[in-house]
């Protein structure tokens, strides 16, 4: 993937641009917003990853300008600033996703693989996800592995079918926090693992293969392979 | 009722009393004054009638005595002047020996009757027995003969002066009462209209407009100089706050970038496979450690947000018993574990709430955290919401919305229970487990932010947080 980096801080510039290589990335690096602009105009990249307080040109800024002239390339802000309402602003400057520092590294990672499959028709408009002999009928609102009727609560369903949405993708707990919960701060992460562990119970325990994996320090994925 | 309540207790109203009062008592002064002046005037008239009369026979007498004549002189005077006056209410009587003169039939006089100071005095006397007793201002003169006389005015005049000033005076108070009334009606107007300006301004600040101007309507008077003052004041706050904003940027951007570079660093040194197991064990701390910084730091800007204000901007409308709900979800398997015996008490239908979520679902988070933490094994924790718009609490505030987090753990000394709500305060019981002593100041100042407020009490044993809401009516 060619993923282009827009961020003032060499130390934190240099690890995120060494780490996502290592994962077989291709990243053109700007130091400020004028690099950054020129580079997201001039070249085509599939994702951009743009901190918002840089030298010269605001990373909002350049994502307007992006966005007014027709550019569509996914963008996840990256930045110092916490708050839900600097969320929103990022969001609605036409950023498709906002990562607050400090973060995880494979946090970053599954947020970019996530942008990057936007451009795969979702299953948005299917009315069942399948994973394996897992089946989940969104209509009627049914479980079933292997036939067998599963009985979810409400939030077990949501996150499942969080889960389910984004097959053999890493979900980080991050993730699981605002999209199943809409909850913008961290509330303990550990309380998401109680969450998947009760998730696991009805979904896998009683089955002899485990469908949803834990990505060691990055979070979890739900996948039939092995 | 609280609505004629709270207009007894406006200004307005209190102020029109003021006005009112102020401006009845000096009417009724003035009106009591010119009453009591006019009917001493009129006495002091009689007086001076009943002198003139009294002097003229007292001559008279006189001459009598020293003439020897015979006391039919002044008699005859007194005859005399009643026949040339024609004043009907004068009354004398002058009495030689057993002999009276005058237009009274019997002398009235009696040792009851009869004042022992005074020169003139009210007398009610009959002055035939086919009339009806009349008032009279009488004065009484001896003389060395033996003689006496009587001088008396009939107060019939003076008593109808006096009816016709006292219903003047009801009539003046009535008139006053209106043009008072009219008078602080006018003025309370007035203020109100340039007091509205103002609580409007207020209105538009508290719900985050630090923009907001009061509007200037150059009459140069004293509201138009304190309006000029108050908007300055504001452009001033502004810019404080902009320039405080801005800081706390740049200081989120100078702290956060290089402790994400940093914890992004120790995270790849911990995963190189060289690194002994007690290495990795120390670094992980330290990525702890930088956690703990970043989410004492996130709670501080959340602390500050929440008492700023200013951010209404981002309120919703969400169910507050669906959220406490999700929030208690969470912590249900660790309760489990821990042999908790978790009670909730939330209605199952939803219960709309306007505030920020975000804040509210933190607070929510840092109350249940509490509350799981200093449980003891195999203890009790209760939760319920209860929305008091039943109880009518005030019926200007129709609902109220009421959460409780009870546990029994060791609960918080009396002594410090105020000094909980403080940052970075901790007391003994939570001194040796994780935290910063944020929690507690963060959800009362999401508390506050939301017009309500937080109670710590004892729950014998353990402790019971109470957060009290108004209903989104209230958030103005």
Partial sequence: MKILLIEDDRNHAQFICDGLVQQGHVVDQAKDGLDGLFLATEEKYEVMIIDRMIPKIDGLSIIQTLRSNGNATPILILSSLAKVEERIKGLKAGADDYLTKPFEFSELLARIEALARRGVPEQLAQTSLIIGDLEMNLLTREVRRDGVLIDLQSKEFQLLEFMMRRPDQVVTRTMMLEGVWDFHFNPGTNLIDAQISKLRIKIDKPFAKALIKTVKGAGYKISAKN | MPKISAFFKSFSF??????????????????????EQTVAASYRGIKLLIDAHALEISEEEEQQQQRRYHAANAAGLVANILEDSNDRNLYLLYQHRDQLTGNIESWPITAENLPLQSEYFELSVIINPHKTPRTLLVKIVRYHSGDRLLVGYDLERIMLLRQTLYRSL?????????????????????????????NIACEHIRGGDLGYKIAIDHSGDEFDKLAQNINQMLAWNKTLIDTIAESSNAIAHDMRTPLSFLRLELMAISEDISLTASLKERILAQIERIDLLVEMFDHLINISKAESLSTTGLFEDFDIGLLLHDVVDFYLPMIADKQIECHLDIPARPINFRGDRQLMGQAFFNLMDNAYKYTHIGGDISISLNEQGNLQLREDKPAAIQIVFADNGPGIDEKIVDKVKNRFFRGDASRHSPGHGLGLSLVNAVATFHHGNLRLEPNHPGLKAVLNFPLHGDLK
């Fill in chain 2, 170 to 198: 009801i009539e003046n108070i009535v008139l006053s009462f209106a043009i008072s009334l009219m008078m602080s009606w006018v003025i309370v107007a007035f203020l109100n209209r340039h007091l509205r300006r103002f």
């Fill in chain 2, 14 to 35: 209190r102020n029109g009393v003021f006005i009112f009062a102020v401006l009845l008592a000096t009417l009724l002064t003035v009106r009591v004054l010119m009453y």
